[in-house]
């Protein structure tokens, strides 16, 4: 920045100091492990400046929002049944993600595969036998896998934006299980209330931790992130995945196909969604309403990011915005404040972390204040 001004025949110009983006050489893998550390802190810093604006007391909204909703077993169990769903389908989306597929469509992938499974546990409705819940996992997933073959298809085919196309099906698949529990599939004896029949004990998923309602589904997301980083690390199809999505020209002179990518990326995907939507009609919830989700779609992209894209990164990632969605709720019952407040804080953490990740890429450079004066003769 150049100030300057005359003063008879000659002129002075100062350059005062200043901030100036530049490319690095190379990726920071340094900043590529500090980037989600430091959107955490900033939504935490944040989160104070927000209560001290509200008139509440920074330490106790700090207490309520964080430590009470896991302070005792039964809190750490609802901790456990959050972030399991979260962490399935970040994984699943990790992915694809991974090699640039972009399914935005988890949400809806989830809901058909809850209306897949539920439809099979209201088939065998008061039908005993231990192979009945291996079936119901089985079909949730073939049925996310079958939503999210519809952007495949439409990718592969016509080369349509997978975006568009999987964010669109969340809204198509959410209306139709809307449809089915107002009408087919409703409760005779739910006095009209547009739900299913109560899962019978057969079509639910076993508790892992008494006293709590922690169930299997958490287990089935361990194993997802043992297979996801297993697929990643050592498979060589996920090689071909990550190249892909490093250099596209890069894989397809490596004879990469990718279309193939194409579909895998969203089948896994599917298939992770349509799993986690029978974690939680079979578990926490035990049939099928109008709405089985608060969102877990949408929040799995955050987590599959702020994860790194790492299953391993990923399982931490799903028991932070388990606990944003635990704190959300019990800011409610304890601080009076509204329920957006959990979309607001995983918002604030999306912004902070494309902001950090920004200094992967690029560095900040001061400019040192250089002071220059130059005589210049008069003009005639």
């Known amino acids: 920045m150049d100030y300057s001004r005359r003063n008879g025949n000659s002129r002075w110009s100062v350059n005062l100091a200043m901030l100036k983006i530049e490319p690095r050489p190379q990726p920071s893998r340094l900043m590529g492990y500090l980037s989600p550390l430091i959107a955490v802190g900033l939504t935490l810093v ?49 992915i694809g993600f991974r090699s640039n597929v972009w399914n935005i469509g988890a949400e809806g992938q989830l809901t058909f595969g809850a209306i897949c499974g ?88 076993p508790i892992v931790l008494q006293g709590t309602r922690l169930h299997l589904g958490l287990v089935i997301a361990v194993i997802a992130v043992v297979l996801g980083w297993v697929f990643v690390r050592k498979s060589f199809v996920g090689y071909q995945m990550q190249v892909a999505g490093l250099a596209d020209l890069a894989a397809l002179y490596a004879g990469f196909k990718r279309k193939s990518m194409v579909w895998i990326g969203l089948l896994v995907g599917g298939a992770a969604a349509g799993v986690a939507g029978v974690c939680e009609v079979a578990g926490p919830i035990g049939q099928l309403l109008p709405s089985v989700s608060p ?11 702020v994860g790194r894209l790492h299953p391993v990164g990923i399982l931490f990632a799903s028991l932070l915005m388990s606990l944003l969605y635990l704190g959300g709720e019990a800011a409610q019952m304890d601080l009076g404040l509204p329920s957006a407040i959990t979309g ?20 900040l450079k001061l400019t040192t204040p250089v002071a220059k004066a130059a005589a210049r003769e008069a003009l005639p």
């Open 46 to 94: 944040t989160g104070i400046i927000f209560s001290i604006l509200v008139g509440l007391n920074p330490l106790s909204a700090f207490y309520a929002f964080f430590i009470a909703p896991i302070d005792d077993l039964y809190g750490l169990g609802e901790l456990g049944v959050k972030a399991a769903p979260l962490m399935l389908i970040a994984v699943g989306l990790a």
């Open 118 to 205: 539920g439809g099979l546990a209201l088939y065998f409705y008061q039908v005993e036998g231990a192979w009945v819940m291996p079936l119901i996992i089985l079909a949730g997933a073939i049925g996310g896998m079958l939503w999210a073959s519809i952007p495949a298809f439409l990718r592969t085919r016509f080369n349509t934006n997978e975006i568009l196309v999987s964010l669109m099906l969340n809204y198509v698949a959410i209306f139709l299980l809307s449809y089915l529990v107002h009408d087919p599939w409703r409760d005779p004896d739910g006095f009209n209330f547009p739900e299913s029949r109560l899962f019978s004990d057969s079509a639910l998923l």
């Open 295 to 305: 969102g877990y779609g949408y929040a799995a992209i955050i987590v599959a990011f």
């Open 344 to 363: 607001v804080f995983q918002g604030v953490l999306l912004f902070y972390l494309l902001a950090a990740d920004l200094f992967i890429n690029f560095k």
